[in-house]
């Protein structure tokens, strides 16, 4: 296609963007949405839907934010949430300009000393008791993300898909304590934000099924596809690297040291008290689903253990309590 140089403030440019940005995306769009049954609009979260769609061989309900993203065999169905740390705007550290993520330099000054970001997250949210009641129904949770490789040099992007079971104790908890503690407290209500690769992620037991990267040239490389190639339980880091985490207390943590057996000291330090239970889990044999479940209950349980009575029945029967 014949590249060209537009004006902004031009008819011809004004054309040439309706074309390039909605009538050929929205052909695109309408032409896999008749693939994968995903809804038909064109945004980023939607895009991770249809990717989720392939990947697992499992259509949409056709439906946007609401209804079920991914339906599955025997009447099941999934939840799908993307998060998308491409394009994010970043700043000059000298001038403090805006700086797009496409740019080497800023605009302004020229100067390279620039500011990424990447602080995007999955949001899940929970707008009254009905929806609580059924957060933990979805067979599966089907995370997205599409990020760079290496924020310095914003050339090529990964994208990667991690299946949560909302069961296991680090999501179902998680939920409980974020309804009827954190929600509860807030004015804003706003949705519970999940980072990528922090500990409230870590303890979900999410399984890699799928990435791939984008190279700069736009050619795509898959290196992991579900029924191609082996699925990967994110592990946990190494335990010192939490301590700076504002939800696991000493008392949490030591609660966590007496549930799967590590004798150790008692220094009010979280950093040396999870160096000690990292050197007993090297030396164990216990697995990193054990691991998870025992830090999510020392985690969690001190701060939902009130609420378990008034749980809805069918929501406290999936989380096994």
């Keep these: 296609m014949e590249q060209r140089n537009y004006t902004l403030g031009t008819v011809e440019a004004s054309e040439q963007l309706i074309n390039d940005l909605y009538i050929e995306l929205r052909k695109?769009?309408?032409?896999?949405?008749?693939?994968?049954?995903?809804?038909?609009?064109?945004?980023?979260?939607?895009?991770?839907?249809?990717?989720?769609?392939?990947?697992?061989?499992?259509?949409?309900?056709?439906?946007?934010?609401?209804?079920?993203?991914?339906?599955?065999?025997?009447?099941?169905?999934?939840?799908?949430?993307?998060?998308?740390?491409?394009?994010?705007?970043g700043k000059c550290n000298d001038c403090e300009a805006a700086v797009a993520a496409i740019e080497d330099s800023c605009p302004r000054c020229g100067s390279t000393d620039l500011k990424r970001n990447d602080d995007s997250k999955w949001l899940i949210g929970i707008r009254h008791d009905e929806e609580f009641a059924e957060i933990l129904t979805p067979k599966y949770y089907y995370l997205?993300?599409?990020?760079?490789?290496?924020?310095?040099?914003?050339?090529?992007?990964?994208?990667?898909?991690?299946?949560?079971?909302?069961?296991?104790?680090?999501?179902?908890?998680?939920?409980?304590?974020?309804?009827?503690?954190?929600?509860?407290?807030?004015?804003?209500?706003?949705?519970?934000?999940?980072?990528?690769?922090?500990?409230?992620?870590d303890l979900m037991r999410p399984v890699l099924i799928y990435r791939s990267q984008i190279t700069k040239e736009d050619d795509v490389q898959t290196m992991i596809f579900p029924g191609r190639d082996s699925e990967q339980l994110h592990a946990l880091h190494q335990l010192p690297r939490y301590s700076q985490s504002r939800n696991l207390t000493v008392g949490k943590i030591l609660s966590f040291a007496e549930s799967i057996g590590a004798n150790i000291e008692h220094p009010n330090n979280k950093r040396r008290l999870l160096e000690q239970i990292q050197r007993f889990l090297d030396e164990s044999h216990l697995t990193t689903e054990i691991t998870m479940d025992s830090l999510s209950k020392a985690l969690y349980w001190p701060d939902i253990e009130q609420h378990i009575e008034g749980l809805p029945e069918g929501l406290k029967a999936r989380a096994g309590l």
């Design 144 to 201: 997205v993300l599409f990020e760079f490789t290496d924020l310095t040099s914003p050339d090529t992007i990964q994208s990667s898909i991690w299946r949560v079971v909302p069961t296991v104790p680090g999501f179902a908890y998680c939920m409980i304590d974020y309804y009827r503690n954190i929600r509860a407290a807030s004015k804003s209500k706003a949705p519970f934000n999940l980072w990528p690769f922090q500990l409230k992620f």
């Design 28 to 89: 695109k769009v309408n032409k896999w949405a008749s693939i994968t049954h995903q809804t038909a609009q064109a945004r980023m979260g939607y895009v991770g839907q249809h990717l989720v769609s392939v990947a697992t061989g499992c259509p949409g309900g056709r439906s946007g934010a609401r209804g079920k993203d991914l339906v599955l065999p025997n009447d099941e169905h999934a939840e799908i949430k993307t998060c998308y740390r491409v394009d994010q705007l």
